[in-house]
C-alpha cells in the first residue's frame, strides 16, 4: 500500500481541473474471483463547454477488477476534478471509462451517468467495457444491448 498517497493524507487539494493522473490503485487480492465493485458519485458537476452553465449528475461505476483496482479517494479527487472542465455529459462519462480502463485494466466496467434536467430534458449516458478474449467482452455486448430495457421510474430530480 506504499504506492498510495492520497488516502488518509489530511492536506491533499482538490484539483481545479480535469485531472486523470490523480488516480491510484491498489493491488487486488482476489484476482481469481469475479466480483463487481460499485461506486455512486451523487455530488458529480461538470461545465457545459458552450454556456459554461454547470451540470449535475449522479456517476454510477461499476467494474469487475482484474489485477489493480483504484483506490476510493484518488476516485473521489478524479470526478471532483471534473466540476471545472467543460465536456458534454456523453464525453464525462467516456473519458471517464477510458481513464478508468488505461488505470486498471479491469475484466469488465460499466459507467453511468444521470444528470439532472437542464432546460426541460434529462441526458443519462451509458457507456461499459468488457475485456477482449474473455467472457466479460460478450457480456458487455449483451449488456448494452439490453441496456435500461425497461427504466425506471423518474421521479428524483
Known amino acids: 500500500m506504499s504506492n498510495l498517497t492520497l488516502l488518509g493524507d489530511q492536506s491533499v487539494r482538490y484539483p481545479t481541473d ?19 465493485v460499485k461506486f455512486n458519485c451523487p455530488e458529480f458537476t461538470s461545465l457545459c463547454p458552450i454556456t459554461g452553465q454547470p451540470d449535475f449528475a449522479t456517476i454510477y461505476i461499476s467494474y469487475v477488477p482484474n489485477i489493480k483496482m483504484v483506490e476510493s479517494k484518488s476516485l473521489k479527487l478524479y470526478l471532483f476534478s471534473f466540476r471545472n472542465h467543460g465536456d458534454y455529459h456523453e464525453d464525462c462519462i467516456n473519458i471517464i471509462m477510458k481513464d478508468l480502463i488505461k488505470l486498471m485494466d479491469p475484466k469488465y466496467i460499466e459507467v453511468w451517468g444521470k444528470f439532472t434536467p437542464r432546460g426541460g430534458i434529462s441526458i443519462d449516458p451509458y457507456a461499459n467495457y468488457g475485456k477482449a478474449g474473455t467472457n466479460w467482452q460478450q457480456i458487455a455486448m449483451n449488456r448494452l444491448a439490453n441496456h435500461d430495457l425497461y427504466p425506471e421510474k423518474i421521479d428524483n430530480r
Not at 480535469?18 to 463487481?36: A, Q, S, V
Open 18 to 36: 480535469y485531472c486523470p493522473e490523480i488516480l491510484e490503485t491498489f493491488d487486488n487480492k482476489h484476482p481469481g474471483n469475479d466480483y463487481f
